[in-house]
C-alpha cells in the first residue's frame, strides 16, 4: 500500500494557481459558443491550451483558428485533457452531465488535483447543479451563460464582447467567471439555482419567438404578393425601430398601432384578413399576443370600456 500512494503521488498533475492574472482554460465542445469563446478568450489574452471536440479532425480546425498553439483533442482522449486552471464546457445541453461525470472520473483515474480549479459550463436552462461529479472531485463549479445569439463563430466572438451574461454556481467559481466577463468588457448578473430555466424561457422568448415571430409576419406579407427577401427587407426597419423605441422607454409606452389606440374596427379587419389566409398559427398567435397588448395598453390609460370591448372580439373570433 505504501508503493501505491507513493506512486499515485508522484502522478499527481498540480496546475497553477488561479492567483496568475489569467487562468489556463480548455474548452469542452467545440460548436459555435466554444468556438467563439475561444478566439474571444484568445484576443484577451487568455492562453486556451485545448480544445475538445467529438471529432478530432474539428477541434483542429477551431485549434488552427487562434492565435495560440491550442491542443486539439477529440471526446474519447480525455485523459490527454491538460490541468488547466479552467474547464469551460459548452457542449449542447443534454450532454453536459455526461460531460462532467466523464471528466471526473478522468480526474479520478490520472490523480489530477483539482483543488484551485474551476469548471463552468455554458448552459441558460441548467444550474451548476449538472456539474456535481466534478464538484464532489474537488472543483469549484458554477455557470456563464452569454445572453446573445451566436450564429457565426467569428462574429459571435464579437457579440461576446460587451455582452450580459448570466452567472450562478458556487462563490469562488462565480467569481472566476465575474473576473472573465469583466475581461471581455461585459456586465454579469446574478441569477439563482432555481431560477434558471425561467430564465433561459425568457431569452428564448425576446431571442427564438422573436424570430418564430417575424417568419409569421414575412409569410403574410408572401400572402400579400411580396417575394420573400421583399418582405425581410420592408419588415427590419420596422423591427428596428420597435427595438429603438424599447431601448429608451418602458413596453407599454413603446407599444404603438391598433392595440395602443383600441382601434376595435381595425383589429376586426385583422381578424377577418387572417381567418380568410389560413396562415399556419397566424391568427391564434395574434390573438394571444393581442391580449397582452390590452395590457399594455391598460397601463397607458386606454379607456377601459374600449379595451373590454377588443378582448371580447379577439375571443369570439
Known sequence: ???????????????????QRKPTISIIGAGRLGTALAIALTRRGYRVEAIMARRLAHARRVAATLAADARALSATQLDSLPPSNLLLITTPDDQIALAAARLAASH???????????????????????????????????????????????????RLRGAFYAIEGGPAAVRV?????????????????????????AAVMASGHMVALFDIAMEMLKNCGLSQKRAQSVLLPLMKSMLANLSVLDAAHA???????????????????????????????????????????????????????????????
Open 1 to 19: 500500500m505504501p508503493t501505491e500512494r507513493r506512486t499515485k503521488a508522484k502522478r499527481n498533475l498540480k496546475p497553477s494557481s488561479f492567483n
Open 108 to 158: 479520478e483515474k490520472r490523480g489530477i488535483e483539482a483543488e484551485g480549479r474551476a469548471v463552468l459550463h455554458c448552459s441558460g436552462a441548467l444550474s451548476s447543479d449538472v456539474l456535481s461529479p466534478l464538484g464532489s472531485v474537488g472543483f469549484r463549479t458554477g455557470s456563464m451563460h452569454p445572453l446573445i445569439s451566436i450564429s457565426d463563430p467569428l462574429q459571435g466572438a464579437e
Open 177 to 201: 467567471a465575474q473576473a472573465i466577463v469583466r475581461d471581455l468588457e461585459g456586465e454579469s448578473f446574478s441569477i439563482k439555482s432555481r431560477d434558471k430555466a425561467l430564465y433561459h424561457a
Open 255 to 317: 407599444l404603438t398601432g391598433t392595440f395602443a389606440r383600441a382601434d376595435t374596427a381595425t383589429m376586426l379587419r385583422h381578424l377577418d384578413a387572417l381567418k380568410g389566409a389560413s396562415i399556419g398559427d397566424a391568427l391564434e398567435v395574434y390573438r394571444l399576443l393581442g391580449k397582452r397588448s390590452l395590457r399594455l395598453a391598460e397601463k397607458l390609460g386606454v379607456e377601459r370600456e374600449a379595451l373590454n370591448k377588443i378582448g371580447s372580439e379577439l375571443d369570439e373570433h
